[in-house]
């Protein structure tokens, strides 16, 4: 069945840097697009970036580009979201999904707070 288990989030001050893992299993991982989406207290659930399967491209909402990276290792199964400059309304949780398979995983929590 498919799996996806995020990790890498926590605590940390604005300006700070964070990277979060997907590890993901059930599915032929290379083949599909992968997605970060975050979802803020009192607030719907948003797509924070995608890296396509096969060439890897990438994109990103505006409120992270230039801050945020998405990247891959299908070797491992696993997508990272690389966070920097972080900023106190990117305090969320944060979920990976694979593309048009219907299944979230637990997500991991990012607080961004001095």
Avoid: H
């Avoid at 300006?15 to 059930?26: D, E, F, H």
């Avoid at 966070?83 to 979230?104: F, H, I, Q, R």
Wanted: some cysteine.
């Amino acid at each position: 069945q498919v799996q996806l288990v995020e990790s890498g989030g926590g605590l940390v001050q604005p300006g700070g840097s964070l990277r979060l893992s997907c590890a993901a299993s059930g599915f032929t991982f290379s083949t599909y697009d992968m997605s970060w989406y975050r979802q803020a207290p009192g607030k719907e659930r948003e797509l924070v970036a995608t890296i396509t399967g096969f060439l890897g491209s990438t994109n990103y909402a505006d409120s992270v580009k230039g801050r945020f990276t998405i990247s891959r290792d299908n070797a491992k199964n696993t997508v990272y979201l690389q966070m920097n400059s972080l900023k106190a309304e990117d305090t969320a949780v944060y979920y990976c999904k694979a593309g048009g398979v219907p299944y979230w995983g637990q997500g991991t929590q990012v607080t961004v707070s001095s």
